[in-house]
């Protein structure tokens, strides 16, 4: 058998490839441009003046708006927001404090105690800051609290919102005299069971949606005296949820 020379096959591809790498050294570059700048620096310009026009418009709906819209845009990041005034006094041991409950729930007051940094006692609870100034103004030892939420469980915590408000309404028409006893416990019997369908609901449907919330204004609610109580005993049972309820809304956000 003879032998090959492949020399010569070596050789051409040596060759090919040396010329491959010479054109390829000598190919020129693409270079940019200055077209290709102002292009770009086009876009960029025609990005920053729309972005502008965008901000000075929502600024300007948002002034004539008294700011409705920047709090429509946080509410969709944020949640909603719900507001309450506490009217309450100070003390400082645990002992204290429960004999000023005991004073101001005799007075039909909430009478809740609630170990902030130190003991305070809740009279009552308001959703306007300015009727909650004009109550605490007519005693030296009483202040203003104000209690400030977030929460994007607007479903549970919008009920229990408007819980607190209508309770809050009806126990001082019901001091007043503007409602009857049967009227207020038929109220507090409707919100009872709207609490518990909304439970079922959210349940059902989310089961993953919490109603903690919900079961706390339910046993709140159970809890409240309706057999043969006195006027100023089923007042203070009520603003007692009210409270409660305001104040315990920060554990389930």
């Known amino acids: 058998m003879s032998e090959v020379d492949y020399t010569q096959f070596i050789y051409k591809k040596c060759t090919s490839n040396n010329q491959e790498e010479n054109i ?6 693409n270079k940019k441009t200055p077209t290709d700048y102002m292009g770009r620096s086009n876009k960029f310009f025609v990005f920053v003046v729309v972005l502008l026009c965008f901000g000075i418009v929502f600024l300007s709906v948002d002034f004539f708006n008294n700011g409705k819209l920047t709090s429509f845009v946080l509410k969709a990041f944020d949640g909603n927001s719900y507001n ?5 006094s100070e003390h400082p041991s645990r002992e204290l404090a429960y004999e000023q409950s005991a004073i101001v729930k005799d007075g039909g007051g909430s009478g809740y105690v609630w170990q902030d940094e130190k003991y305070l006692v809740v009279y009552s609870l308001y959703m306007d800051k300015s009727s909650a100034v004009s109550v605490a103004n007519k005693n030296t030892r009483a202040y203003v609290k104000s ?39 038929s109220i507090t019997k409707n919100q009872i069971n709207e609490a518990k369908e909304l439970k079922e609901t959210l349940q059902k449907k ?27 005993e089923i007042i203070s049972d009520i603003r007692y949820v009210c409270s409660s309820l305001a104040i315990n809304m920060k554990n389930y956000i």
């Open 24 to 29: 390829a050294k000598k190919k020129p570059k």
């Open 84 to 88: 309450y005034y506490l009217v309450v």
């Open 147 to 185: 209690l400030s939420y977030s929460s994007k469980k607007t479903e549970v915590f919008n009920f229990c919102n408007t819980l607190i408000s209508t309770l809050s309404t009806a126990s001082y028409d019901y001091e007043k005299g503007q409602i009857t006893e049967s009227e207020l416990l």
């Open 206 to 232: 989310k089961p993953k949606e919490s109603v903690h919330l919900l079961n706390l204004a339910i046993e709140s609610l159970n809890n409240i005296n309706i057999v043969k109580p006195s006027k100023i």
